[in-house]
Structures are given as C-alpha cells and as structure tokens.
C-alpha cells in the first residue's frame, strides 16, 4: 500500500468510529477542531494555533491516513485522533492556543496539568490535558460583560522544546486521559487500523495519483461508533459540517460497503429503519444524543438499492424477513399518507421530502405529485416481490400471494403514472388536488423516471434521453437545472449543480434500459471530474466548471465515485 497525502481541506481527518475531526480553510493558517456529534454550524469547536516567540506561525498542512503534518520554519507538529473521542497534539518548538468557537462556553483548571471547558451550545464537555507542555487558561475579551471569566482559550508552551496536548471530548464528564500518551506508537496503532480497511479495496490503478485509496479513507473515517440511535457503526455524509446521517443517502454508503462485507452492507442499509415509525414512516435525520427530525423524510429508493443488494449476496430468511417488513411499512405509508387527493399517485409535501430541496419542480407549491416518486414506488413494490419470492419454501401459500400481490401493485401504480404524469413528450410534475403543472419543466426532476431502466417502454425512454442530452447534459455530467434557464444558479443547490446521487441513480437506470454508451459516457464525466477537476468529494459541483462546492469530504458523493469507477474500470 503506497502512502499519500491527503488535503483535509477537501477531506476531514478523522478516523474510523470517532467522534471528532479535525479540519483546514485554505489560507486561514489555523486548523479547526469538530464534534460531529452535532452538525453544521454547531460542530466547530476549536480553532487550534500555532505559535513561537509569542507569535502565530505561517504553517503548511497534510495528511496521511493516520496522521496530520503540520510543518514551519519555526518547528513542526503531529495531530492524531487516539480514540473515539481523544484528538492529540505533539509539537516540536510550537506553542499551541486552543481557543473556543462558541461564546457560550466556559472553562477552567483541573489541576496540574489539567483543564476543562464546557460548550453548552454543543452539550458538550472537553477536557484537555498536558503530558508535556505549560498551560494557562485565559478568558476571551470582545466586549461582551458576559465574557469575563468564561476562560474560553487555553495557552499551553513548550516544555523542553516540546507540547504533547490531549484534548478529549464527551457527552457526560469525561474521565481523565488514559496515560501516559505515547504518540509513535499510538500513530502507527491509527495506521495498522486503517490498513485493515485499506486492504478491503480493490485493486486500482495508480494512474490516478491514489485518488481511490484517498476516497476509500474518506469512507472509513467517516463512520462513527454505535451509540445511541446509531444503531450499527454508522457512516456519517462527513465529518466537517454535514454530520448527520439523512433517510437516503445511506443507500449509496451501503452499496459501496459490499467491498467490506454483506454485514457491513446491511447495517448501513437498515441505519434509519431501525427508527422507523409503527406508521412506516422514516426521519429526515439524527444525530446520537440529539434530535431526531420528523415532518420531513427522503424519498423511497430503498427498494432500489436493496434489489442491487439481493444480485450480490444471499440474505438469510430472518434478513429477507426483516427486509421485506420495512420496506412494506414503507410502501404502505406512502400511499396511504402520501398521497394527498387520492388519486392513487402519491406526492411530495415539499421539495426536502424528495431530498431535491429547492428544485425548480417545487416553485409551483406545495403536495407535488413528481414523476420520480412513482418510479422509485414501482421499483419498491418490485423488490418487494423478489423478496416475498425467495421466500416462498417457508410458506409457500402465504409468500407465493404477496409475491403476486406487489407484483400487480407494482403494474397498477405503473400504468396509473402513465396515465396521470405522461403528457404524450415527458413526464410532468402536478400539484395534488389542483393538477396544475409547470408546462415547460426545465429541472432533472423530470426525466428521473428513467431510473425504471427496461421497465419503462421504448417510446419514453427514447424521449426521455433525447431531453437529458438536450437540456441537462454538460462536459462535467448531468446539471440538476437547464443551464439555459432562467433559473439556473450555479451554486443554487438543486437549481444547478452536478450531485452524486442522482448522477448514479440515473447511470444505472439507463444501463438497465440498454443505453449502455450513454451510461459509460456519464459515469466518465463525473469521474473525471471529482478526482481530476475539483480533486474531491464535494457534496455537489458547479456544473459548468466542475468546481467543488458546498461541503467537503461528502461520502454519498464518495461512494458514487468508487461504485462508478468499479463498475466501468476507470
């Protein structure tokens, strides 16, 4: 295995289980200390300096997997994650500051060499210790009356040319650092770890720089220990700002997790169904220890992916069973309390549901009976089928009838999508109840029917690929908005950019309806645009350029990259 260096600009260093990371914001010269336990702008924790003579240093910054370099005139340093909640800091001739993102926080001395601060935005306690290293907690002073002895920065200079910093973060009070901390040997414990994991992936080419053993180690640091409403070592979307797990994307994480086991696979597949609702129901998303958000959920591409699932592995009858289970709960709550003017084509209440969340298709109102969600119903009900199928030797009487059962739902729903979205040249998104629909849709939305693969028939399919060449296809892959519209926006989110799940679900689906050149043609321009272009795993991409936007380090968009680049070898 060859060693590399990885930006953690573009990709948060973490590792595998834990629950903090550590990041960099191109020229700001300091590096930022997370809690993923909370998300986006709750899980900043500390800005971490660098200092000699009293002075910040100009440092430049890498990674290999087990370890951050952190190098200057002046001195150098190592950062390592020691265990789920433990981040160390070993420093030659550099003075470290540790201050506090949040002002609503405080802290104090423990002790000798001990410290500890309390986030009370993040319900967070960290406690800091000193193995080598003089330390002194300041307060912050900006003015605010409420700042005064909140001691939100701590000071720790070198003892004998030397820091070895702890700082351990806990959701009840931490115990104190295990010790004494031997940093060569705990590093080289960080890698033998990673290497495991390493080794799981497939042989690749090097022509690429390393890009895939770089995005197979986003995947393994992303994934946080069981606890709490995580059920199984989960994967987060990533370890900087978008730290939480949402009711689809961990479909895409499950599929690539096949390269580690079927266990593996399966656990990130049933991650939100282990929550799910007596209704049927799935959350939007959870964090451990947190809220878990109701009201809002993701759309139904589970029976897709666990009908992708079921072509690489056998599932025992309990899996089936239990399988099968959820994805009934599922099926039935969307049509039975999705489906607003019972009209027998179920909708969305607003874009998040669909997880396209300000897309065009939404601007019409709310309760939107979009031509995706029908699509992915049927491929459900499909797979509901399959699995009823491979049941049948249990009892053969019971599982033959549900077998037949959603295999006829599955027609019905699929002529009744014909009948009520086909407008004899596309698919249309209409308001439930109103019917009212945006006559010149300019949004990818709808052409996702395609993800029915040989299921939808020629007329459509050849009708629908003509509009995706023609109004959606750029150099860098599928744009989620016409470039040509008026609504097109360039870092607009779902107005615009280039996204991983969609780019995916859409590559399979027009492989499984024979357009195989058109399907390679896709995959290439993603790939050749994360790794070559923006040289990360962005959660979606401008269109136009291929630059990498929004958060980095994003798994879904990970996974993508290692399912496309398996499956057509580049």
Not at 346 to 351: L, R
Request: negative net charge; aromatic residues 14%.
């Amino acid at each position: 295995m060859k060693n590399f260096k990885i930006d953690i600009s573009r990709i948060p260093f973490s590792r595998y289980g834990a629950y903090v990371s550590v990041t960099e914001d191109q020229g700001a010269n300091t590096l930022t200390i997370h809690s993923v336990r909370r998300r986006c702008d709750e899980g900043p924790a500390y800005v971490l300096t660098f200092s000699a003579s009293g002075k910040p240093v100009d440092i430049s910054v890498y990674a290999n997997p087990d370890c951050v370099y952190v190098d200057c005139k002046e001195g150098d340093a190592r950062i390592y994650i020691r265990d789920d909640k433990t981040v160390v800091v070993d420093t030659n001739k550099l003075d470290l500051e540790f201050t506090m993102i949040s002002k609503n926080g405080y802290g104090g001395e423990e002790g000798d060499r001990a410290f500890k601060m309390i986030s009370v935005n993040q319900s967070i306690y960290y406690y800091f210790y000193a193995q080598q290293g003089v330390g002194r907690m300041e307060d912050l002073i900006n003015g605010d009356a409420y700042s005064v002895h909140r001691k939100q920065r701590l000071l720790v200079t070198c003892e004998n040319n030397k820091c070895t910093v702890a700082l351990k973060a806990s959701i009840d009070e931490p115990k104190q650092v295990l010790l004494p901390i031997d940093v060569d040997k705990e590093v080289q414990m960080c890698y033998q770890e990673w290497k495991v994991f390493c080794d799981k992936l497939p042989q690749h080419s090097e022509k690429y720089d390393n890009y895939e053993e770089i995005t197979w180690y986003n995947l393994w640091s992303s994934f946080a220990r069981a606890e709490d409403v995580y059920h199984y070592d989960t994967m987060l979307m990533s370890k900087k700002f978008m730290t939480s797990v949402w009711s689809w994307d961990h479909c895409f994480n499950a599929l690539t997790m096949i390269k580690i086991s079927k266990k593996v696979a399966l656990e990130q597949f049933c991650a939100p169904f282990v929550l799910q609702a007596e209704t049927g129901a799935l959350p939007d998303m959870w964090n451990p220890n947190s809220e878990i958000i109701w009201g809002v959920t993701k759309p139904p591409i589970h029976g897709w992916c666990f009908a992708k699932l079921m072509e690489l592995f056998e599932f025992s009858k309990d899996e089936l069973e239990t399988v099968y289970s959820y994805l009934e709960k599922w099926t039935n709550w969307w049509m039975e309390y999705r489906d607003s003017d019972h009209d027998g084509i179920p909708d969305y209440p607003q874009g998040c549901d669909s997880g396209w969340d300000n897309a065009t298709i939404f601007d019409i109102g709310y309760f939107i009976e979009s031509p995706d969600l029908p699509a992915f119903l049927v491929i459900q009900m499909q797979t509901l089928s399959k699995i009823a199928d491979k049941l049948k030797d249990d009892n053969t009487s019971i599982w033959q009838k549900r077998s037949e059962k959603w295999s006829d739902e599955a027609d019905k729903l699929l002529e009744r999508f014909y009948e009520h979205s086909w407008n004899g040249e596309r698919f249309i998104a209409k308001q439930s109840r109103t019917h009212e629909f945006d006559k010149n849709p300019t949004c990818l939305l709808s052409v996702m029917p395609l993800v029915l693969g040989d299921q939808l028939d020629d007329e459509k399919r050849k009708k629908l690929v003509k509009i995706l060449k023609d109004d959606f296809l750029t150099e860098h892959g599928l744009a989620t908005e016409n470039p040509k519209s008026p609504k097109y926006d360039p870092d607009g989110y779902w107005r615009g950019p280039i996204w991983a799940p969609t780019t995916y679900l859409l590559v399979d689906g027009i492989r499984r309806g024979g357009e195989l050149e058109l399907a390679e043609d896709l995959a290439k321009r993603f790939c050749n645009m994360a790794r070559g272009v923006a040289k990360g795993n962005y959660e979606n991409y401008d269109a136009l350029t291929g630059e990498g936007l929004r958060a980095p380090g994003y798994t879904w968009t990970a996974s993508v990259y290692m399912l496309l680049s398996w499956e057509y070898d580049f």
